[in-house]
């Protein structure tokens, strides 16, 4: 019997793809992560809000709720916490308004937005697809990420034209 293998045959080593990061490192990593996951939830209500407003004229709890799949509580408590962030101000029977902050954060969220959803339909990702993909990813790309994806689609067009 093999030492390498509970099975007695030779353990098959693959080459490894990555080595594995200081715990320092792979700490900070997965901290940005949930970081991300956070402040996520923020930057889809705000962006929603944005383009019901745009749409509508409003933006309602309901409606919310609706649009993101979540129950009216957690709306409401999501809401809560955009204004205590000043993102967002509510009047009772008057919907939500974003703040200058929460208008500014919905506008570079729209561009990192766009941005992914570009560079996903450039790679040839289906529209469908992309769109979904997109909303995920935006929330968890580097300003470093978004510039090489702005200079790969610039790129990009520069070859089309030539």
Same mark, same amino acid.
Do not use: C
């Given at each position: 019997?093999?030492a390498?293998?509970?099975?007695?045959?030779?353990?098959?080593?693959?080459?490894?793809?990555? /080595?594995?990061?200081?715990?320092? /490192?792979?700490?900070?990593?997965?901290?940005?992560?949930? %970081?991300?996951?956070?402040?996520?939830?923020?930057?889809?209500?705000? !962006?929603?809000?944005?383009?019901?407003?745009?749409?509508t004229? @409003?933006?309602?709890?309901?409606?919310? *709720?609706?649009? +993101?799949?979540?129950?009216?509580?957690?709306?409401?408590?999501?809401? /809560?916490?955009?204004?205590?962030?000043?993102?967002?101000?509510?009047?009772?029977?008057?919907?939500?308004?974003?703040?200058? $902050?929460?208008? *500014?954060?919905?506008?570079r969220?729209? /561009?990192?937005?766009?941005?992914?959803?570009?560079? +996903?339909l450039?790679?040839?990702?289906?529209? @469908?697809?992309?769109?979904?993909?997109?909303?995920?990813?935006?929330?968890?790309?580097? !300003? %470093?990420?978004? $510039?090489?994806? %702005?200079?790969?689609?610039?790129?990009?067009?520069?070859? $089309?034209?030539?």
């Amino acid at each position: 019997m093999n030492a390498d293998s509970p099975t007695g045959r030779k353990a098959l080593r693959q080459p490894k793809l990555h /080595a594995l990061p200081t715990e320092q /490192a792979q700490a900070r990593r997965f901290g940005k992560a949930r %970081s991300a996951r956070s402040t996520a939830i923020l930057e889809d209500y705000v !962006e929603l809000i944005a383009d019901l407003i745009e749409s509508t004229g @409003e933006a309602r709890a309901t409606d919310i *709720a609706r649009r +993101l799949g979540v129950s009216h509580p957690t709306a409401i408590n999501t809401i /809560a916490r955009l204004k205590r962030e000043n993102l967002a101000t509510a009047r009772p029977y008057r919907g939500i308004f974003l703040t200058e $902050k929460g208008e *500014a954060l919905a506008r570079r969220v729209r /561009a990192r937005h766009r941005l992914v959803l570009e560079v +996903l339909l450039a790679l040839g990702v289906p529209r @469908e697809a992309a769109e979904a993909d997109a909303e995920g990813i935006e929330h968890h790309v580097s !300003e %470093s990420t978004l $510039k090489a994806f %702005s200079d790969f689609l610039r790129g990009s067009r520069v070859r $089309k034209a030539g």
